[in-house]
């Protein structure tokens, strides 16, 4: 009798403890375990962090960082045949989405700034850019100063827009602003000859660069405009996902396993041409693994 006591006295306390660790879920976390699924937002053309393969499947350095996320979820709501989503979305819908549940993170090559904190959260750093500008090495341009009076694109909700007027250089100088819808249809642009260069995150240029038809026709020039930080983004005052978020990409900083990631996108041949982006990492972001930080630029 004393052992059924006790028994049904452990059922009761795990009981408990469960019912007690489901009604701490909150936010994303409790919305993932009530459908059962959690949605990954991803991009279509952010090479090599968030785009697709030659079977149209999502692929990169973010997506692998992710991937290691959505484990830790499985993880912490015991949940190891979660269904993962995958949802395509672009520079300027990837707030919205964010804001109205359609997402509930998104990894590719976004720029936490302090502006979008007023409308989304951000994890630590898992990559730190310059914005500079593509160009057909033919157009002459080297600087800012060349690109008076010419048509300059960069990508529509993107940061990169207004950053040359901020430059001292570029304070002195006019130019036609053009915006793609993505991040390929804008160097298109420049590649096609109706705008002079590309003003964009120096790293998703390289992709473009590498993987377009003649990769020597193009260069990086000019200063760097700004340098800013990549996070994966989640809901704004969601401390909970967010918290798990943070753990799971420090956890890979500091075992080592994120620079492993790294090498394998930025430096080996990647899909779908096999190309290499030869691309060492920078001391800024070797500061920002050995130092996470969720830190935004102005």
């Given at each position: 009798m004393?052992?059924?006591?006790?028994a049904?006295?452990?059922?009761?306390?795990?009981?408990?403890?469960?019912?007690?660790?489901?009604?701490?879920?909150?936010?994303?976390?409790?919305?993932?375990?009530d459908?059962?699924?959690?949605?990954?937002?991803?991009?279509?053309?952010?090479?090599p962090?968030?785009y697709?393969?030659?079977?149209?499947?999502?692929?990169?350095?973010?997506?692998?960082?992710?991937?290691?996320?959505v484990a830790?979820?499985k993880?912490?709501?015991?949940?190891p045949?979660?269904?993962?989503?995958?949802?395509?979305?672009t520079?300027?819908?990837?707030?919205?989405?964010?804001?109205?549940?359609t997402?509930?993170?998104?990894?590719?090559?976004?720029?936490?700034?302090?502006?979008?904190?007023?409308q989304?959260?951000?994890?630590?750093?898992?990559f730190?850019?310059?914005?500079?500008?593509g160009?057909?090495?033919?157009?002459?341009?080297k600087?800012?100063?060349?690109?008076n009076?010419?048509?300059?694109?960069?990508?529509?909700?993107?940061t990169?827009?207004?950053?040359?007027?901020?430059?001292?250089?570029?304070k002195?100088?006019?130019?036609?602003?053009?915006?793609?819808?993505?991040?390929?249809?804008?160097?298109?642009m420049?590649?096609?000859?109706?705008?002079?260069?590309?003003?964009?995150?120096?790293?998703l240029?390289?992709?473009?660069i590498?993987?377009?038809?003649?990769?020597?026709?193009?260069?990086?020039?000019?200063?760097s405009l700004?340098?800013e930080p990549?996070?994966?983004?989640?809901?704004k005052?969601d401390?909970?996902?967010?918290a798990?978020?943070?753990?799971?990409?420090?956890?890979?900083?500091?075992?080592?396993?994120?620079?492993?990631?790294y090498?394998?996108?930025?430096?080996?041949?990647?899909?779908p041409?096999?190309?290499?982006l030869?691309?060492?990492?920078?001391p800024?972001l070797?500061a920002a693994?050995?130092?996470?930080?969720?830190?935004?630029?102005?």
């Amino acid at each position: 009798m004393r052992k059924s006591l006790i028994a049904l006295t452990l059922c009761l306390t795990a009981a408990g403890l469960a019912a007690t660790a489901q009604a701490e879920l909150t936010g994303t976390l409790q919305k993932i375990k009530d459908s059962g699924a959690i949605t990954v937002g991803h991009r279509e053309s952010s090479v090599p962090f968030s785009y697709l393969d030659a079977t149209q499947k999502p692929v990169g350095y973010a997506m692998d960082l992710c991937a290691k996320v959505v484990a830790a979820v499985k993880n912490e709501l015991k949940m190891p045949n979660l269904q993962v989503k995958y949802q395509a979305v672009t520079s300027q819908n990837r707030i919205p989405l964010m804001q109205n549940g359609t997402i509930d993170l998104e990894c590719g090559s976004t720029t936490n700034s302090l502006a979008r904190q007023q409308q989304v959260g951000f994890s630590v750093a898992y990559f730190i850019t310059s914005v500079r500008m593509g160009v057909r090495k033919d157009s002459g341009i080297k600087d800012i100063g060349d690109l008076n009076g010419k048509p300059v694109v960069t990508t529509t909700g993107t940061t990169s827009d207004g950053l040359i007027k901020q430059n001292e250089k570029g304070k002195a100088i006019n130019v036609k602003n053009l915006y793609g819808k993505d991040h390929a249809d804008s160097f298109l642009m420049v590649e096609s000859g109706r705008a002079a260069a590309f003003v964009m995150d120096d790293i998703l240029i390289a992709g473009l660069i590498a993987n377009a038809k003649n990769p020597g026709d193009f260069a990086i020039v000019g200063p760097s405009l700004r340098d800013e930080p990549y996070g994966v983004m989640v809901r704004k005052d969601d401390a909970p996902f967010k918290a798990l978020v943070d753990k799971t990409l420090i956890g890979l900083m500091k075992s080592g396993e994120a620079e492993k990631l790294y090498t394998q996108w930025f430096l080996n041949p990647i899909p779908p041409r096999g190309v290499n982006l030869n691309f060492p990492m920078s001391p800024a972001l070797k500061a920002a693994f050995a130092t996470p930080t969720d830190k935004g630029v102005e």
